[in-house]
């Protein structure tokens, strides 16, 4: 079974460039969460999907983030404009609805210069 | 609020020592909990987990034990290999989301 896919694994860029990062999860996994993770830290949950509803996005900075869930499977992050501070790396997970495990991608890591 | 609280790394050992890593949280209710673990350039895959006061989850030769009464879920190995050397995340989940602690370098020296 293949595992949760996240693409790209690296991204640099310049401050105020726009940024997005791609996940696919796990088949018939309908929930989807993104995270970020800073250096040193644990992962902070963004957003999170139950099919394409996002039914938690409170911890989701809206003035510069952006995500869609179209057709409940694939999902897009975007950071638009970036900033210093958005360096970190971005994971993206999957679950069955209401399952205790998540099931998490390698992740993206964001370099803003 | 939820919170994990785990103790600082990283925590340096030889290989075949024995292994704690202390994990202590607060939340409301009753959360499962949850070990992760992250080896370099890669993503958090699941250790081992419990849903309930005094259950102990395992995997790998890794145990932890829901001690509700001390709100701990310390995680213990009898003798770790190199190959452990990794970051090990302590997470409890509340109603529908996970709440990290910040994560505790293991290095394990030949």
């Known amino acids: 079974e293949a595992g949760v896919v996240q693409s790209p694994r690296y991204k640099i860029i310049e401050k105020k460039q726009p940024v997005a990062f791609w996940c696919n999860p796990i088949?018939?996994?309908?929930?989807l969460y993104w995270y970020l993770q800073n250096l040193g830290q644990g992962p902070e949950l963004l957003i999170r999907y139950e099919n394409e509803e996002a039914v938690d996005d409170s911890q989701l900075p809206k003035d510069r983030f952006s995500a869609e869930r179209l057709k409940g499977v694939d999902s897009t992050l975007k950071i638009q404009p970036a900033e210093l501070g958005d360096s970190a790396v971005y994971l993206c997970?999957?679950?069955?609805?209401?399952?205790?495990?998540?099931?998490f991608g390698p992740g993206t890591r964001l370099t803003v210069l | 609020g939820n919170s994990v609280t785990q103790m600082e790394g990283p925590v340096t050992l030889s290989e075949e020592a024995f292994l704690t890593i202390n994990c202590t949280y607060t939340a409301t209710g009753y959360p499962s909990l949850f070990w992760y673990v992250q080896y370099p350039g890669e993503g958090l895959q699941l250790l081992l987990k419990?849903?309930?006061?005094?259950d102990k989850g395992s995997n790998k030769g890794f145990e932890a034990t829901y001690r509700k009464e001390t709100t701990s879920f310390h995680l213990e190995k009898g003798s770790v290999q190199v190959s452990d050397s990794a970051v090990y995340f302590c997470a409890l989940r509340g109603y529908s989301t996970l709440t990290f602690g910040k994560g505790t370098m293991l290095l394990v020296s030949p």
């Open positions: 997970a999957s679950s069955y609805r209401g399952a205790d495990t998540q099931y």
């Open positions: 419990a849903t309930k006061a005094d």
């Open positions: 088949s018939g996994h309908n929930t």
